[in-house]
């Protein structure tokens, strides 16, 4: 099933807990992230955009390619080119090193989309999930205002916005084991999903 929203993939940090690989391109089990994140949105979006400051590495990909408007290296950067380019009035956002993002979990957030939230956002124990979530176009003016006065906490644009929480009950009811969230930041958590994928079968 397609839904009325944008699908956005991140992919601009810097790496340096990698040193400097580019994560998107890692490959546990075999399958590059990118790979595993581009075949679970195109399952789930009509549009599908990739935002980067370095396209050439993504030309293999069909889909939409887009750079960040504002010069600050950030995620919330990030986020205000994918809702900019977006053709959807709403955009799900995830970073580029989630390997085991979900379908099941994709589609859980999108049923609790309606037109009056401007982000839905996931909530676990750790705190919020916001590069794995929804956000509607109506936070292009706060994200920007907050851009130009340099400031990255995503966190911070909350208080202009509408928001919903998706409490981690009802998250696990999509994904047990919140496998979605697990990200790879550093040698050592390429090493965890190469077990996670192992033990999975």
């Known amino acids: 099933m397609k839904y009325p929203c944008s699908g956005v993939i991140l992919s601009g940090g810097l790496n340096t807990r990698m040193g400097g690989k580019n994560k998107a ?6 399958q590059t992230i990118m790979d595993r994140l581009y075949n679970t949105l195109r399952g789930s979006f009509d549009e599908v955009l990739l935002v980067t400051n370095n396209p050439l590495q993504y030309l293999s990909w069909d889909l939409t390619i887009v750079t ?12 205000h080119a994918g809702l900019f380019y977006a053709s959807a009035p709403h955009a799900f956002i995830t ?8 379908t099941e979990l ?21 705190g919020n999930e916001p590069l794995c979530a929804i956000y509607s176009k109506r936070c292009i003016k706060p994200i920007e205002c907050q851009l130009k006065n340099e400031d990255p906490k995503i966190a911070n644009f909350f208080t202009k916005v509408r928001v919903k929480e998706i409490p981690e009950a009802r998250l696990r009811s999509a994904d047990p084991h919140l496998i979605s969230f697990f990200n790879i930041n550093t040698p050592k958590d390429l090493a965890g999903s190469e077990k996670m994928l192992r033990e999975q079968g």
């Open 25 to 30: 391109l890692l490959s546990p089990g075999g």
């Open 68 to 79: 960040d408007l504002f010069p600050i290296r950030s995620s919330l950067a990030g986020i």
């Open 106 to 126: 994709i589609r859980a957030l999108l049923a609790e989309l309606e037109p009056k939230w401007d982000v839905i956002m996931p909530v676990t124990g750790k």
């Open 95 to 102: 970073a580029c090193d989630m390997p085991f993002l979900k």
